[in-house]
T-cell receptor, first 111, second 111 residues
Framework: DTAVSQTPKYLVTQMGNDKSIKCEQN?????MYWYKQDSKKFLKIMFS???????INETVPNRFSPKSPDKAHLNLHINSLELGDSAVYFC??????????FGNGTRLTVT | DAKTTQPPSMDCAEGRAANLPCNHS???????VYWYRQIHSQGPQYIIH???NNETNEMASLIITEDRKSSTLILPHATLRDTAVYYC????????????FGTGTRLTIIP
């Protein structure tokens, strides 16, 4: 009965590859997010979607493309992976004006 | 959003109350104080939030000073499972879209 689930939990890949991280929430929330936590543990928002519509797009390289096939899913596609993309990526969801519920993260390692 | 200042680390004995301070001297009148925590290898977890009145829920209590320039999160009976990094965040209008995490306080519960 996981509320916000991400797959995979770990992802190891080589530079230049294209990879995807999937996120699903079963809370009925309208808004979903992607956050990135770097090696210094700073957690920063990347994207926000509300009812499948992009709301926030922070200064993120266009190699990163979120895709929301429906309200319960927000997947993150990353093209041409670089070493600096190594981080933990967190998906989250919320109702409007309510606290965020986070998944347990996907640790991406680019070699 | 206003910035917050938290001690980098704190220890607390198991079973005792853990009091985590946060300074937010530049907080605006419409900004709420939110607390999240991140247990190792997990996503951030919402704890509590408030505007100007003290708040209590099943997890913690939040004490906000009258001038709103600082607050204290209280875990009344700390357990080992409360060991985590605790983040104090100020944010306007309930909106979580720009939820930005600082460095937080690493709380260690000592057996």
């Amino acid at each position: 009965d996981t509320a916000v689930s991400q797959t995979p939990k770990y992802l190891v890949t080589q530079m230049g590859n294209d990879k995807s991280i999937k996120c699903e929430q079963n809370l009925g929330h309208d808004t979903m997010y992607w956050y990135k936590q770097d090696s210094k543990k700073f957690l920063k928002i990347m994207f926000s979607y509300n009812n499948k519509e992009l709301i926030i797009n922070e200064t993120v390289p266009n190699r990163f493309s979120p895709k929301s096939p429906d309200k319960a899913h927000l997947n993150l596609h990353i093209n041409s992976l670089e070493l600096g993309d190594s981080a933990v990526y967190f998906c989250a969801s919320s109702h409007p004006f309510s606290p965020l519920h986070f998944g347990n993260g996907t640790r991406l390692t680019v070699t | 959003d206003a910035k917050t200042t938290q001690p980098p680390s704190m220890d607390c004995a198991e079973g005792r109350a853990a009091n985590l301070p946060c300074n937010h001297s530049t907080i605006s009148g419409n900004e709420y104080v939110y607390w999240y925590r991140q247990i190792h290898s997990q996503g951030p977890q919402y704890i509590i939030h408030g505007l100007k009145n003290n708040e209590t829920n099943e997890m913690a209590s939040l004490i906000i000073t009258e001038d709103r320039k600082s607050s204290t999160l209280i875990l009344p009976h700390a357990t080992l499972r409360d060991t985590a990094v605790y983040y104090c965040i100020v944010l306007a209008n309930f909106g979580n879209e720009k939820l930005t995490f600082g460095t937080g306080t690493r709380l260690t519960i000592i057996p």
